[in-house]
């Protein structure tokens, strides 16, 4: 079995053919897809899904790609909801930060630093975003304390910089990058990690694999997502499969 740990299939893009992909997933035995959040005006839209198709779970939280249009009280409805939900909502995400954005920079920091007391106060762990702010986010997490974990989404970094985040509570996402051999980085470092703390995702439908470039991608690719690692790893493919299922599981909240 497998779980997608970052899809977003509450796009529009998925409005038209939403059952039919989650049908063709149970086949490839995805039992499982977690929706991460991004923008308040979304939030109400994934749990509706979640209650619609077992299959999905959700996340809540504000992506910084999506902060121009935050409002303060977003962070209020935000709270308000995962008490709501508090039986049911897996981690306080997709929360981060974005250098290559045009979104002010002091502002993503506080919405990101506000998100990270909102999980600590529910006692959730994070979907972390990252585009060459490493540095920054775990100063953050450090300096805030912050002590439930998560997932750090779509991993590029150094091997030291994954132990960090392994030694703060986090879980290494795996995504479609490591299917393109320039990615020598990427694959070198997940090649040395720990077998605890690597996750799979697809970020659908964002991140196409080599091959599909252009296209939309789909939380049915995981399986060639998790060929591509199982080529990197020296474990056998049972043994990768278990730990990739039960490092998820062991990380979000009621899964």
């Known amino acids: 079995m497998l779980i997608d740990s970052h899809c977003h299939i509450d796009f529009c893009c998925f409005d038209h053919d939403r059952a039919e992909v989650l049908n063709s997933c149970r086949k490839l035995a995805i039992d499982t897809?977690?929706?991460?959040?991004t923008q308040a005006s979304q939030w109400q839209k994934q749990i509706d899904l979640c209650h619609l198709y077992?299959?999905?779970?959700f996340a809540l939280g504000l992506h910084p790609y999506f902060l121009k249009s935050f409002e303060p009280l977003h962070l209020v409805q935000l709270?308000?909801?995962l008490n709501q939900h508090q039986d049911k909502v897996l981690a306080v995400g997709e929360i981060g930060l974005d250098t290559h954005i045009d979104v002010d920079?002091?502002?993503q920091?506080?919405?990101?630093?506000?998100q990270l007391l909102i999980a600590e106060e529910h006692m959730l762990p994070v979907i972390l975003h990252h585009r060459n702010s490493h540095n920054e986010l775990i100063q953050s997490l450090k300096a805030k304390k912050f002590t439930q974990g998560g997932i750090v989404h779509a991993f590029s970094g150094s091997v030291?910089?994954?132990n960090t985040y392994i030694d703060l509570g986090f879980k290494i996402g795996v995504g479609g990058g490591i299917t393109y051999s320039r990615a020598s980085k990427?694959?070198?470092?997940?090649?040395k990690l720990p077998i605890n703390c690597l996750v799979l995702e697809t970020d659908a439908p964002d991140m196409p694999l080599i091959g599909k470039q252009g296209l939309r991608n789909s939380p049915e690719y995981l399986p060639e997502i998790f060929e591509s690692l199982l080529l990197l790893r020296a474990e056998t493919k049972q043994q990768l499969l278990q730990a990739c299922y039960?490092?998820?599981?062991g990380t979000l909240a009621n899964l």
């Open 109 to 114: 920091l506080q919405v990101f630093e506000q």
């Open 33 to 37: 897809i977690v929706i991460p959040g």
């Open 246 to 249: 039960q490092n998820v599981q």
């Open 79 to 81: 709270s308000q909801l």
């Open 54 to 57: 077992p299959q999905l779970r």
């Open 186 to 191: 990427t694959r070198k470092t997940l090649s």
């Open 105 to 107: 920079w002091k502002m």
């Open 160 to 162: 030291q910089q994954a």
